[in-house]
């Protein structure tokens, strides 16, 4: 099919397991949901690459999904990254090295995310492009006061943190400047900063977030969302696990449910995907 | 030749009235009286052959169902009601049958209360909570509720 290209790209970074002791592990719901976003993207949108390290090139050989990104695979950004960042606090720091290492106009997508529908129409009069405003709940979204702050670090008077953060489940970013300018001023926060949160959440989120919408309020860009409202039954574009990965991980059974009806969903529109029909025939 | 026609038939369209019958009789022997499914397989699977079912699927299909109503009654989880209800259609037993065999019967006035308490407030009045599917967005896509 021909479509607008909007490369993408995918992030595995294992270090976030590795530093809290855990061992690297996706289940077979949440592969599956991995798979039929990049196909997805593929069919419909653009080409799509992976970002990982080592330990995330061996996890994807060992479940025979080498050839599952059009775009290849790169593991040299994430293996050989010296940055000073502590990826138990800024578990989600990977998708932020791998975007910087990726040309704009530039689409991240979370592996848990599947575009289902053509988006050129929304993108291409858009500068900045995510998921959904987020409820700024301020347990998660913490006071300025109350965020971990590296040593010497103050925050630029110029923040404004009035501004809703935005969902970068999805993040299309046009401009290689502003990439740059959001990218920068997430790294000033991170580098150095090891102080955990108690929730393990409100320092990621602040730097991934949080800083999106402050950026782009400071470079006077509006961020354009594709969905005004997360749950609205209006959405006919995108499917996001986002808090139900902890129920597939907590019950195998609904894990089953999920992927039959997934499975279900793109079987039709996926059926000369020699890629995914490999896949069906392996699993079903 | 002759068609039959399915527009008149109700949700359990795909199965005869007889099959219908067999099969409440096994879920209501297994789920509330405690009885075996093993027992029950060589019916079901000769019922699946006049029906031109596939028995494997349909045994598949049965086992998750009653592992899942064991789980949903254990923790009335409110989460794994929907995923039942799902399941419970592949197995061609209704809504309204399904509650028959829950412990205690589901409150949907919880349900619909959590349909209602969508933190995001949409003004669209067909948004559904991330509490009664289990924090999914686009879930009815892929046809979750």
């Known amino acids: ?284 | 030749m002759q068609f039959k026609s399915k527009i008149t038939r109700n949700n359990h369209s795909a199965i005869s009235d007889s099959f219908q019958k067999i099969i409440w009789a096994l879920v209501v022997d297994v789920a509330i009286h405690s009885g075996h499914f093993e027992t029950r397989k060589k019916l079901l699977e000769k019922y699946c052959e006049d029906e031109n079912l596939i028995y494997t699927e349909l045994e598949n299909n049965f086992h998750l169902f009653f592992e899942l109503l064991e789980d949903y009654n254990k923790t009335n989880d409110i989460r794994l009601y929907q995923f039942l209800k799902l399941q419970a259609r592949y197995c061609f037993i209704d809504e309204s049958s399904l509650d028959f065999l829950l412990t205690p019967p589901i409150n949907r006035e919880s349900i619909d209360k959590t349909r209602n308490d969508n933190k995001y407030s949409s003004q669209s009045p067909i948004a559904v909570s991330s509490a009664a599917n289990g924090g999914i967005v686009g879930g009815h896509l892929i046809g979750l509720y």
């Not at chain 1, 530093?19 to 039929?36: C, P, Q, R, S």
Request: net charge negative.
């Open chain 1, 1 to 284: 099919m021909e479509h607008a290209a909007y490369p993408a790209f995918h992030v595995l970074w294992t270090k976030p397991s590795v530093a809290n002791g855990k061992d690297f592990a996706m289940n077979e719901a949440e592969i599956l949901t991995m798979i039929v976003s990049a196909l997805m993207w593929q069919k419909y949108n653009g080409t799509i690459k992976l970002f990982t390290d080592h330990t995330g090139y061996e996890f994807i050989k060992e479940h025979d999904l080498l050839n599952l990104w059009d775009g290849g695979i790169n593991t040299e950004v994430l293996e050989n990254n010296s940055y000073p960042i502590n990826p138990g606090v800024f578990w989600a720091a990977g998708k932020l090295l791998a975007m910087e290492a990726q040309n704009c106009p530039c689409v991240m997508l979370d592996t848990d995310l599947i575009i289902m529908r053509p988006i050129n129409e929304v993108l291409k009069n858009s500068d900045v492009t995510a998921l959904h405003k987020e409820n700024p709940d301020p347990q998660v979204y913490l006071d300025p006061s109350l965020l971990q702050l590296p040593e010497n670090f103050s925050f630029p008077d110029y923040y404004n943190w009035n501004i809703a953060p935005s969902n970068t489940a999805f993040l299309y970013i046009k401009n290689e400047e502003f990439k740059q300018f959001y990218l920068n001023e997430s790294k000033q926060f991170m580098f150095h900063n090891t102080g955990k949160p108690a929730e393990l959440v409100s320092q990621m989120v602040f730097a991934e977030q949080r800083l999106l919408s402050i950026c782009a309020d400071r470079a006077d860009l509006p961020v354009n969302y594709l969905l005004t409202d997360p749950f609205s039954l209006s959405n006919k574009n995108v499917v996001h696990l986002w808090g139900f990965k902890n129920l597939l991980r907590q019950n195998d059974k609904i894990q089953k449910i999920y992927s039959k009806q997934l499975i279900k969903t793109v079987k039709d529109e996926l059926s000369t995907n020699l890629f995914f029909q490999n896949y069906l025939a392996k699993h079903q």
